[in-house]
């Protein structure tokens, strides 16, 4: 796990407004805390162009204004319109990991993908960065799924998905 990723920059101030939305949206204990960390560092006002955005993203969430034009001009925002995002990213696909994976590499590519191959999926199926991306997630947050095969012997109860509603 990475040590402290919760308290990087702007964290103890943000990781309290993404548990509540975590807790409301029924998404696992982190989840979207950590999608934050990997997206921004906690920083708001990441903007296109920067080194951690390379589709042209922005905000907090790294949120594309192409598909959202009020991208990175209310951080609170930007994380409510995220949670949505997720929320509608596990339902199409009915597996936190995929949901992640696109969330990074975007929900049409991972469709594609997912019918495709018959409706199984490899982490294999997605680019580099987007191996990556789930791989660094699940390492800190780790949720079960059809990407990366974990022992749920070590999987804390906390961090198992809940029912979304």
Known sequence: MSVGWEN?????????????AELKAGIPLNLLARIAFEES???????????????NCIGI?????????????NPAADIDTATG???????????WQVAL????WGGGNEHHAWVSDGDTYKITDCPAETQ?????????????????????DKLPTDKLPTEVS
């Not at 103890?12 to 993404?18: F, N, Q, T």
């Not at 990213?89 to 597996?95: A, E, G, K, T, V």
């Open 41 to 55: 560092s906690f920083l708001p006002e990441v903007i296109s162009g920067h080194e951690l955005s390379s589709a």
């Open 101 to 104: 994976a696109a969330y990074n």
């Open 61 to 73: 969430m790294q949120l594309n204004p192409v598909y959202f034009p009020d991208a990175g001009k």
């Open 85 to 95: 995002l997720l929320v509608s990213l596990y339902r199409r696909f009915s597996d």
């Open 132 to 152: 990556r991306y789930v791989r660094d997630i699940i390492a800190d947050v780790p949720v079960p799924g059809a990407l990366i095969a974990l022992s749920t």
């Open 8 to 20: 990087a920059n702007d964290g103890p101030i943000w990781v309290p407004v993404l548990h509540a």
